[in-house]
């Protein structure tokens, strides 16, 4: 019985040993491999994602030299790490924190806190979407270029609801379509109105010459005065309905971005 107990002691032994032993392996392949990942992406200037390659290799479970040569690199690649500062708000203005991030495709956050978030360097596409009051989609989509070092660069979105900003840009149109119209009015009034004060005054020259009555000239002035008033009311509001217009062009193109603005400094 003892010789049996004794055997599976044996037995059980030799098989954690070679369960520490394989673990171990697996610990420095892990490690070995975390290594030489970082420096291929450190090469390719993609220093966050080296970053975290580096962490792995760090860990105190890993072979000494390892570990202390990982170790040196994080301090070398941290510094040019660059940071965004993600916010976004609704159409008065008021902050919004449960807007779902995306970047580059992939989910980087559902809640904005003001937390600064590590990036690679280069070209990203950040997308934010939140949900309105009524279950209607608030989307806005941004791209920037980080650059290696910048650190907390600031990024707001305005996110309004869709039936909002569409409500919006009919009037401002029929807005500046009725102006259009009441200054195509006024021109066309100043043409009939000057033209009719030219023949008017014409004629008195031609009949009474500087003897006319009174209200032969009071007339041909009102007949100018009117023409005077309708080109002026009209390039006025052709110059406010083509402001109104254009305006609502390019507010639609820009409506999303509220603040896209690079903060210098160190990190929080």
């Given at each position: 019985?003892?010789?049996?107990?004794?055997?599976?002691?044996?037995?059980?032994?030799?098989?954690?040993?070679?369960?520490?032993?394989?673990?171990?392996?697996?610990?420095?392949?892990?490690?070995?491999?975390?290594?030489?990942?970082?420096?291929?992406?450190?090469?390719?200037?993609?220093?966050?994602?080296?970053?975290?390659?580096?962490?792995?290799?760090a860990q105190p479970e890993c072979p000494a030299v390892v570990a202390h040569d990982c170790q040196q690199w994080i301090q070398e690649v941290e510094p040019g790490v660059p940071t965004v500062v993600l916010g976004a708000t609704d159409g008065a203005g008021h902050d919004l924190t449960d807007v779902t991030v995306t970047i580059d495709g992939a989910v980087a956050t559902h809640t904005l806190t003001g937390k600064e978030l590590e990036l690679d360097p280069g070209p990203h596409t950040f997308t934010f979407d939140a949900s309105g009051r009524e279950g209607d989609r608030r989307h806005a989509e941004q791209k920037l270029v980080i650059r290696a070092g910048e650190r907390r660069r600031a990024l707001t979105v305005q996110l309004e609801a869709p039936g909002a900003q569409k409500n919006g840009t009919s009037a401002r149109r029929v807005a500046s379509y009725v102006l259009f119209g009441v200054g195509a009015l006024g021109v066309g009034s100043f043409t009939f109105f000057g033209i009719e004060a030219k023949n008017r005054f014409d004629s008195l020259q031609s009949s009474c010459g500087h003897r006319c009555s009174d209200s032969d000239v009071n007339d041909v002035r009102t007949h100018a005065t009117v023409a005077d008033v309708s080109l002026g009311v009209g390039l006025v509001a052709i110059g406010v309905g083509a402001y109104l217009f254009f305006t609502e062009h390019a507010g639609s193109a820009s409506a999303s971005t509220v603040g896209a603005a690079p903060w210098t400094g160190g990190t929080f």
């Open positions: 019985m003892k010789m049996r107990v004794l055997a599976a002691s044996s037995l059980l032994s030799v098989v954690l040993s070679h369960a520490t032993m394989a673990r171990a392996d697996d610990v420095k392949e892990r490690c070995a491999r975390a290594s030489e990942h970082a420096q291929s992406l450190r090469l390719e200037g993609k220093l966050q994602s080296a970053k975290k390659e580096l962490l792995v290799c």
